[in-house]
């Protein structure tokens, strides 16, 4: 099987998105290394911006099938490629879980022995949560009743939905050559800023997600390391539809947002 750029660049671009990422979290989580969520919003920032910079050349640098999605409906990407995108995304993320579950695996043990958590059992998304997503934010806890009360599913998915948008929104505004305020070779930082402020607004609500590739294949890993069903029923339907849906629908708007109100507005 030939291997085309864009499979280069998508794999290895989701691969670092989700090693800075939640690799951040693993820190925070079982070590305590990480004092607050901007810490962790840095991180991530950052190392989504390594990932464009390195991997832009090569595949365009979706990394986030909204993304893809969203080129797709408003930028002309060729829509035979969307599913073949989406599914290297998936592996790339699926392979970071891998590494950072290798690297962190005595971590995550020790951390769970220490607090009394029983892989797979009711509580332990309190370490699970540093591959996929819940709500309201465990911050390396387990959810009681009277925390779930920060943060139901409907105003999970809208928050998850509005931050996508501003994403996509950015995304389209920063890398059309038409916007004379463009940052060019600072298109990737400003992307990764834009990420950073996100999860220091939304992070605390939903872990901010606003990538179906970032949360479902950790997710998956997770369920297959030891967590089992736990992943998928914490939140109920809310792992598809907070962390799936949401973040497309939100990637969708952001993209009729810069059409509708931005594209022509450039060439004025």
């Keep these: 099987m030939r291997v085309s750029r ?11 998105l989700v ?16 004092l607050g969520l901007f810490e962790v919003a840095v991180v991530w920032g950052l190392g989504i911006a390594t990932a464009i910079y390195l ?18 409906a408003y930028a002309g990407f060729p829509k ?17 879980a891998a590494v950072l579950f290798f690297l962190f695996g005595d971590a995550l043990r020790s951390f769970e022995k220490t607090q009394g958590i029983v892989r797979g ?25 009277e925390v779930r009360q ?3 599913p409907v105003p999970a998915f809208f928050a998850e939905t509005i931050g996508t948008a501003v994403l996509l929104l950015v995304i389209f505004g920063v890398t059309d050559p038409r916007n004379k305020n463009h940052p060019q070779i600072l298109t990737a930082a400003v992307i990764g800023l834009t990420v950073t402020l996100l999860i220091v607004l939304l992070g605390p609500l939903t872990m901010a997600s606003f990538n179906p590739a970032r949360d479902l294949a950790p997710r998956v890993f997770s369920a297959l390391a030891g967590w089992g069903r736990l992943p998928f029923q914490v939140n109920g339907t809310g792992w598809m539809t907070v962390y799936l849906a949401a973040p497309v629908l939100g990637g969708l708007l952001g ?14």
Aim: glycine residues 14%; proline residues 6%.
């Design 255 to 268: 993209g009729a947002t810069y059409r509708l109100f931005f594209r022509n507005a450039y060439v004025d």
């Design 150 to 152: 920060r943060m139901g």
């Design 19 to 34: 090693f800075f990422g939640c690799g951040s979290v693993s820190v925070a989580v079982t070590t305590g290394a990480h």
């Design 55 to 72: 991997t832009g050349a090569l595949s365009g640098a979706h990394l986030n099938p909204a993304v893809t999605i969203s080129m797709a």
């Design 6 to 16: 864009w499979m280069v660049g998508e794999f290895f671009g989701t691969f670092l």
């Design 80 to 96: 035979r490629r969307v599913l073949p995108y989406i599914g290297v995304q998936l592996l790339g993320a699926f392979a970071a």
């Design 121 to 145: 059992q009711p509580g332990s998304e309190a370490s699970a949560m540093v591959f996929g997503e819940y709500y309201p934010n465990p911050a390396g806890k387990p959810l009681t009743d």
